[in-house]
């Protein structure tokens, strides 16, 4: 049973920087495709940052060129360094992932959440002004 954990999580001000860790255990397959999520108060979860494990990346629009998704050397920890944070970046974010997402589809204009069978259970970012 594949477990994704997440951590670093927090408050920053308006321009800050974070960077979430997501540790992913007992993977069964060599290829994944995982993903971060975020859902707002009030708001739909959104998928905005992708990666397969065959190396290919993909953002929304919202966070291109300041978000930064990665996997480290031996696939087990997916990180997601956000840099230049705005208030709408608040959310709780969550991990994603799941085999069977072929590299084509695992790309944040094709994805769906409810394609994703293992998630983690979030953590809060919280940008203030």
């Known amino acids: 049973q594949v477990q994704l954990v997440e951590s670093g999580g927090g408050s920053v001000q308006v321009g800050g920087s974070l960077r979430l860790s997501c540790v992913v255990s007992?993977?069964?397959?060599?290829?994944?495709?995982i993903a971060w999520f975020r859902q707002g108060p009030g708001k739909e979860r959104e998928g905005f940052a992708a990666?397969?494990?065959?190396?290919?990346?993909t953002y929304a629009d919202a966070v291109k060129g300041r978000f930064t998704i990665s996997l480290d050397n031996t696939e087990t920890t997916l990180y997601l360094q956000m840099d230049s944070l705005k208030p709408e970046d608040s959310a709780m974010y969550y991990c994603?992932?799941?085999?069977?997402?072929?590299?084509?589809?695992?790309?944040?204009?094709?994805?769906?959440?409810?394609?994703?069978?293992?998630w983690g259970q979030g953590t809060q970012v919280t940008v203030s002004s």
């Open positions: 994603a992932a799941d085999p069977g997402i072929i590299q084509q589809y695992c790309s944040i204009g094709a994805l769906k959440s409810r394609w994703f069978t293992f």
């Open positions: 990666i397969h494990t065959n190396g290919s990346t």
């Open positions: 007992g993977r069964t397959y060599r290829n994944y495709c």
